[in-house]
C-alpha cells in the first residue's frame, strides 16, 4: 500500500496500532490517541518507508516511537514535535531525515 494517510478520530481508548511500516504510510496523526504507548512507523530495511509527515501530539503515555528509515519527511514537517510525549523512554529516529526534535 503506498500514499496512505493514517488519521486516528476517536483514537482515546488505543494504547497500540501496531506496526505501520509495512503500509508505507505518507502521513501519520495520531495526536487522538492519548494512550498510546507504542508506534512504529519505519523499518530496518533501507527504502522501507515514504512517509512525510508524523504528528505525535500531546500523548503523554507513549513510552516507545520507533522512526527508522522515513526519508521523505517534508521540509514543512522536519522538526518532530515530542514535547508532548513526556512518558518517551525509547526514540529510534536512525536513517530519518528529521533536522530537530
Same mark, same amino acid.
Given at each position: 500500500? =503506498? /500514499? ?7 483514537? @482515546?481508548?488505543?494504547? *497500540?496500532? %501496531? /506496526?505501520? *511500516?509495512?503500509? &508505507?504510510? &505518507? @502521513?501519520? +496523526?495520531?495526536?487522538?490517541?492519548? +494512550?498510546? !504507548? $507504542?508506534?512504529?512507523? %519505519? ?20 513510552? !516507545?516511537?520507533?522512526?527508522? =528509515?522515513?526519508?521523505?519527511? /517534508?521540509? &514543512?514537517?522536519? #522538526?518532530?514535535?515530542?514535547? %508532548?510525549?513526556? %512518558?518517551? &523512554? $525509547?526514540?529510534?529516529?536512525?536513517? *530519518?531525515?528529521? #533536522?530537530?526534535?
Amino acid at each position: 500500500m =503506498n /500514499d496512505a494517510t493514517c488519521l486516528l478520530f476517536m483514537g @482515546e481508548l488505543y494504547t *497500540s496500532i %501496531g /506496526d505501520m *511500516s509495512y503500509i &508505507k504510510p &505518507k @502521513e501519520v +496523526r495520531v495526536t487522538a490517541a492519548k +494512550r498510546l !504507548r $507504542e508506534l512504529i512507523i %519505519g523499518r530496518d530495511q533501507e527504502n522501507a518507508n515514504m512517509t512525510e509527515a508524523i504528528s505525535i501530539g500531546a500523548n503523554v503515555m507513549l513510552e !516507545r516511537l520507533i522512526v527508522k =528509515n522515513c526519508t521523505s519527511i /517534508d521540509e &514543512k514537517a522536519a #522538526t518532530l514535535n515530542l514535547l %508532548g510525549a513526556i %512518558g518517551l &523512554k $525509547e526514540l529510534d529516529l536512525s536513517n *530519518s531525515t528529521f #533536522t530537530g526534535v
